[in-house]
């Protein structure tokens, strides 16, 4: 339970981190109204919408395993593309961080599903332990990405690739665990 809580509860870092910088990167940094910040705001919840129903379809044709490094790799592909040319447009910037948003909220399904499969007794507790961690690892996303204020893009880019980097690389060690592969069968099953 505690490896893939580790693994599971970085995540949520990149969609606070987000969600801590969007307006001021938008309206600061690309120079957009608050009505423009709006729909690009809206654009990225609209990607949040989709994950699970992408997951759900996904996890039909294609194993829990591999859409669990997918989104792995690419938070690691948004990160370097948000460090190189999310600065170039807002519109490049939102078409980076909506995919990044979906691939958080894709996993979210599966990583919950194996943490809660760790556990027999005492579901509660473990909800609480599992959204409490998320919580602290989502405030400590708010807290790297506004370090420094003047590289909110970059800070989010770095924040986008560590954990996929860091998450992912743990996930590779973890998922083939019996632990993890035998309760991921069941859950394709």
């Known amino acids: 339970f505690i490896s893939l ?43 949040a919408s989709f994950g699970p129903t992408i997951y759900i379809q996904l996890s039909k044709i294609v194993s829990v395993q591999k ?7 690419l938070l690691v592909v948004c990160g370097l593309l948000t460090y190189n040319i999310g600065t170039l447009s807002p519109w490049f910037f939102a078409f980076i961080a909506g ?16 943490m809660l499969d760790q556990q027999d007794t005492d ?7 599992i959204q409490f961690s998320s919580m602290i690892f989502g405030a400590l996303g708010m807290t790297l990405v ?3 204020p003047e590289s909110l893009i970059e800070n989010l880019a770095t924040i ?3 954990i996929g980097v860091i998450g992912g690389s743990l996930w590779l060690l973890a998922k083939n665990k019996p632990h993890v592969s035998e309760k991921l069968v069941k859950m394709t099953d």
């Open 5 to 47: 809580l580790s693994i599971f509860s970085i995540v949520p870092m990149v969609l606070m981190a987000f969600l801590a910088s969007g307006s001021y990167i938008y309206i600061n940094d690309f120079g957009l109204t608050e009505q423009e910040f709006s729909y690009a705001f809206a654009f990225n919840a609209f990607c």
């Open 99 to 114: 995919p990044a948003t979906l691939c958080v909220i894709a996993m979210r399904i599966p990583g919950t599903n194996l």
């Open 146 to 148: 506004s370090l420094r």
């Open 123 to 129: 579901t509660g507790s473990v909800v609480a332990i």
């Open 160 to 162: 986008q690739f560590s």
């Open 67 to 73: 859409i669990i490094t997918l989104c792995f790799a």
